[in-house]
């Protein structure tokens, strides 16, 4: 019986869903707590899951989180307010405000909740296992955290990007032409772009392989 859903997300092992209405749906693995939405949540417009943990944005412009708590995870920042997106990472957030800049919170083993200083014009954000994308207005993209595969290895000249994706140890972007380009981790093949692939309209990269 689930109808009028406008987007859906996944963590590890379980999923969400946003229906026209503000509410949100959950199933899945819950051992964590992650697909038990809070009581009474609505008037949501974006959704983000993490590998264990879950974000839901407010008309408001506030984030509310459940799910694992390792590091604050879903503490959500006092004060935080006029948010506009969220992500999830594997055991770290982020939200980008209204004026462009970025705000991250959870696990920062690598760095990853280390938003460079003087980073501003941010309209999308990702998060990847350990590591972290924003996108900038200019269409130019920076990374930030754990490199141990190149992951934050942002090709020169990169720009004209849209889209930007986060796996547990890859990244991806989808350009303004409808092609997509991937770096870091590539053991499995996960930044080997299939041949011919053009005309990509969204993308969407899990942190499964963590």
Excluded at 43 to 68: D, E
Excluded at 124 to 144: M, P, R
Aim: net charge negative; proline share 3%; with cysteine.
């Amino acid at each position: 019986g689930l109808n009028g859903v406008v987007a859906v997300t996944g963590g590890e092992y379980y999923s969400l869903a946003l229906k026209n209405d503000g509410t949100v749906v959950s199933w899945g693995g819950s051992i964590l707590g992650q697909t038990n939405v809070p009581s009474g949540l609505n008037g949501v417009v974006n959704i983000a899951g993490g590998r264990w943990s879950s974000l839901a944005l407010k008309s408001n412009g506030r984030v509310v989180a459940w799910g694992y708590n390792i590091a604050g995870l879903t503490n959500v920042p006092a004060g935080l307010s006029n948010v506009v997106a969220v992500a999830g990472g594997g055991f770290h957030s982020l939200a980008v405000k209204n004026d462009g800049t970025v705000f991250a919170w959870g696990d920062n083993a690598a760095g990853q909740t280390d938003v460079p200083a003087g980073l501003t014009n941010v309209v999308a954000i990702a998060g990847g296992g350990f590591h972290s994308l924003a996108l900038k207005y200019d269409g130019t993209v920076v990374a930030w955290g754990d490199d141990s595969d190149g992951q934050t290895d942002v090709p020169p000249g990169l720009s004209n990007v849209v889209a930007v994706a986060a796996g547990g140890f890859h990244s991806l972007v989808l350009k303004n032409d409808g092609s997509v380009l991937a770096w870091g981790d590539n053991s499995t093949n996960q930044t080997t772009i299939p041949p011919g692939l053009s005309s990509s309209c969204d993308m969407l990269a899990r942190n499964s392989d963590l």
